[in-house]
């Protein structure tokens, strides 16, 4: 969706980026900017820096930056044109919309229609005689008929096209059918319904609209699931199955399990904080989804196979970085939360969530699984391994306290136990420090932009192309001056003459062409960038005779780089005549 770069500059102009910021992150202020523990990593100390003069938020930890727009849409799991809707609802703005931006809103209303007409008619069929062997199946694994209505179950019958006759009955096109990943194209060109004879489940997102399915047999046959692939409604890397009703639970954390019928047991058995992933491992925007909604804490519930605990570790490693403290549940007695629950009741279910383990705790348990304590070899084994785990760890205090609990468990002394430790942490430490090294003494690397398709070709000129967009932006008349001097063409840097054009476009037409307006037009990557190029900026003591340089810099750059490329085709033109020469030379003899 395109959208006029004057709405962009009022949005950006009217959502302050301290007052979105601090819906979400506490800020102090220290100096000119305002500082908080950062919402897109864990971390103990505040890194996370909000610049209320230049508009723009900056991670010194993780390095996530960028500007009001790209908050949300970081903070709120959101595209673009979804976090500009938000920031235009808080500003009491209307979006403007032209013929294209209809038709594409008017194309996903239908695609929602027709996911909605699917999940009624799949209902019906669930409660109809073709539903008999579905309805059996959900009732036989314990949900009760108010579940079935609730979460809208349904049945997809066993036959080829019985959605495709009942959808296009209603209007809908085959076309619409394919591009909502309800039907599928044979090699002749026919259709056929993508879920046949399978339980129903409808995937609703956060705003209560059905956008995909899950689809699950209800006998031995495989594949046991079927899901909905990506569409332009569903992307199932930035979705939770049952959100729409976690985020409503009173309770303070979300409870992550593994499948539709886990949550589904879960919330009929009062835990209606419980969500999935939807057919794939957990993501980082799925992470992000949920720490996004203020709870703090994840319970992981997975399967109890080698599986489930391996998938255990994975969502640890992502909900952590998210700044979500993560406690990890075990079962005994039953393979899954729907198995536990029917055989022990949720009172059981509640004192294991009462006792599930921290991350830590699951780690070390996890390293011991295997080793007999008994035998001396497989003793100092685990606690070695168990050494190097805790010297990860960032707190002291922990360190001790699981120092202890390996003392006791092992009954080696606690001293011992953290020596293991500290010479593991010196070793880790000492090498953080030859990387750091390292790479202090390649100031090119540490000149690099992180994403590939940003990299630098030359980084001097790169780096005056920097310093002269960080004057430029902040001073008009220094932009216009730049602009009488050196173009975008004479930059190395494809990302850097892009923003240079972008501010120049839009000065020479007579908008504002400062950072926050740059920012609002640049991707998410290349905000980031530009966010981290102006934070670390050290503004000159003299900018007029900065700037002087920085084009001086950019055009003897630009200038040798021409005079290479003509000293390449001199040398090309030389080569071709040569054996044109030696050609006509064999020809004569």
Same mark, same amino acid.
């Given at each position: ?264 047991? &879960? ?21 992000? &989804? ?73 780690? &070390? ?107 430029? &932006? ?116």
């Amino acid at each position: 969706m395109a959208l006029p770069e004057s709405f962009l500059d009022e949005l950006t102009a009217r959502c302050d980026i301290y007052d979105v910021v601090s819906r979400y992150v506490q800020l102090k202020k220290k100096g000119a900017n305002y500082f908080g523990l950062c919402p897109f990593h864990s971390e103990k100390s505040p890194s996370f820096s909000v610049s209320r003069e230049k508009q723009i938020y900056h991670c010194f930890g993780c390095g996530a930056g960028g500007g009001v727009i790209s908050f949300v849409m970081n903070i709120e799991n959101m595209t673009f044109i979804e976090a500009v809707r938000h920031l235009a609802a808080m500003a009491g703005m209307e979006i403007p919309e032209d013929d294209r931006d209809a038709g594409r809103r008017s194309r996903r209303a239908r695609l929602i229609a027709l996911s909605t007409d699917a999940a009624r008619h799949y209902v019906a069929q669930l409660y109809s005689p073709a539903g008999k062997a579905g309805l059996n199946y959900l009732l036989g694994r314990g949900l009760r008929p108010v579940t079935l209505k609730r979460f809208g179950l349904g049945f997809a019958p066993q036959g080829w096209d019985g959605l495709i006759k009942a959808m296009t009955a209603k209007g809908y096109t085959k076309s619409e059918l394919l591009e909502c990943g309800l039907a599928v194209q044979n090699k002749s060109g026919g259709l056929y319904d993508r879920f046949r004879n399978r339980a129903m489940f409808p995937i609703i997102d956060i705003k209560g609209e059905v956008i995909a399915f899950g689809g699950r047999v209800t006998d031995d046959s495989e594949p046991k699931y079927l899901n909905s692939s990506d569409t332009p409604i569903f992307n199932k890397s930035r979705n939770l199955f049952a959100m729409n009703f976690a985020k409503k639970s009173k309770r303070n954390y979300f409870i992550l399990a593994e499948g539709y019928m886990d949550v589904i047991a &879960l919330h009929q058995a009062g835990f209606d904080c419980a969500v999935a992933s939807l057919g794939t491992s957990l993501t980082e925007e799925q992470a992000r &989804l949920m720490a996004s909604r203020g709870k703090g804490d994840v319970v992981v519930c997975y399967d109890s196979d080698q599986a489930g605990r391996k998938a255990a570790q994975r969502a640890i490693d992502l909900l952590k970085p998210a700044g979500l403290a993560v406690r990890v549940l075990r079962m005994s007695g039953a393979k899954d939360p729907d198995e536990f629950i029917r055989k022990n009741g949720p009172e059981a279910f509640e004192n294991l969530i009462n006792r599930s383990s921290t991350d830590v705790e699951y780690r &070390l348990d996890e390293i011991r699984a295997g080793h007999r304590l008994e035998e001396n070899d497989d003793r100092v084994e685990y606690l070695q391994q168990a050494a190097q785990y805790l010297a990860t760890l960032e707190s002291a205090v922990e360190r001790e306290v699981f120092s202890h609990r390996l003392a006791k468990e092992t009954g080696v002394s606690q001293q011992a136990i953290l020596n293991e430790v500290e010479q593991a942490l010196r070793t880790r430490r000492r090498r953080e420090k030859a990387s750091r090294q390292r790479q202090e003494m390649n100031p090119a690397r540490q000149a690099q932009p992180g994403p590939r398709q940003l990299r630098y070709e030359n980084i001097r000129s790169a780096r005056s192309e920097e310093g002269l967009l960080a004057l430029a &932006l902040s001073d008009r008349e220094l932009l216009n001056q730049a602009a009488a001097r050196v173009s975008p063409l004479e930059f190395s840097s494809p990302f850097l003459a892009k923003v240079y054009d972008m501010a120049l476009r839009r000065s020479q037409g007579g908008g504002e062409a400062g950072l926050p307006q740059c920012l609002a037009l640049l991707e998410p990557e290349e905000g980031q960038l530009l966010a981290q190029i102006v934070q670390r900026f050290q503004p000159p003591a003299a900018p007029q005779q900065a700037l002087e340089d920085y084009i001086s810099t950019i055009q003897y750059e630009h200038l040798k780089k021409a005079n290479q490329e003509d000293d390449k085709k001199d040398t090309l033109l030389e080569l071709a005549e040569r054996k044109l020469q030696q050609e006509r030379e064999r020809g004569g003899k």
